[in-house]
């Protein structure tokens, strides 16, 4: 069964497929169960990439279109497929500029969260990000409660391009107040 399928798939021209497929057979071979089950991960894992990236691009076309409805649907997917810090953050973005504000709220709540979390794991790598998060909150989605935060965050990291210029920003927003 596996060598008719295997060739069947060559045919098609998915090698990656062909190639997990070969592996499979070799491990069967030699009765090695736990390299089945690692090599059906992989192959798993690298085609969750594939459906994330086609995703992505499919988001970028269906904006280029200006359709809506189907862009939304699209963000959806992904933070089904990759619940990410990224993607709901990209997705509220999204959200916002349309005026969907209560829904863009929902998904900036559910990114700052997640970065929050990975804050506290790692500050080095991910506080100015956290702060980058609240900042986009107090911008865009007047939530002016997080500005004190995200001040006393980016202050810690002065010097660092990233942290002065988001700085800057939130002196600006001081100057207006």
Do not use: C, W
């Not at 399928?5 to 021209?13: D, T």
């Not at 829904?103 to 900036?108: F, Q, T």
């Not at 559910?110 to 956290?130: F, T």
């Not at 980016?154 to 700085?167: N, T």
């Amino acid at each position: 069964m596996i060598l008719s399928l295997e060739k069947r798939i060559k045919v098609e021209n998915n090698s990656e497929y062909a190639t997990a497929l070969e592996n499979l057979k070799s491990f069967l071979k030699t009765g090695n169960a736990q390299q089945i089950k690692d090599n059906y991960f992989k192959f798993k894992e690298r085609q969750n990439k594939k459906n994330i990236e086609m995703l992505k691009i499919s988001i970028d076309a269906s904006k280029q279109l200006f359709a809506f409805d189907e862009t939304i649907t699209l963000y959806e997917e992904l933070l089904k497929l990759s619940p990410s810090a990224e993607n709901y953050f990209t997705t509220g973005f999204y959200l916002q500029k349309l005026n969907y504000f209560d829904s863009a709220l929902e998904k900036y709540e559910e990114a700052l969260k997640i970065r929050r979390e990975l804050a506290k794991e790692n500050p080095r790598a991910y506080e100015i990000k956290y702060a980058r998060s609240i900042l986009f909150g107090v911008i865009y989605l007047n939530k002016n409660n997080g500005l004190k935060e995200d001040k006393s965050i980016l202050l810690k990291y002065k010097g660092i391009p990233d942290a002065d210029k988001h700085l800057a920003l939130i002196e600006e927003i001081e100057k207006n107040e």
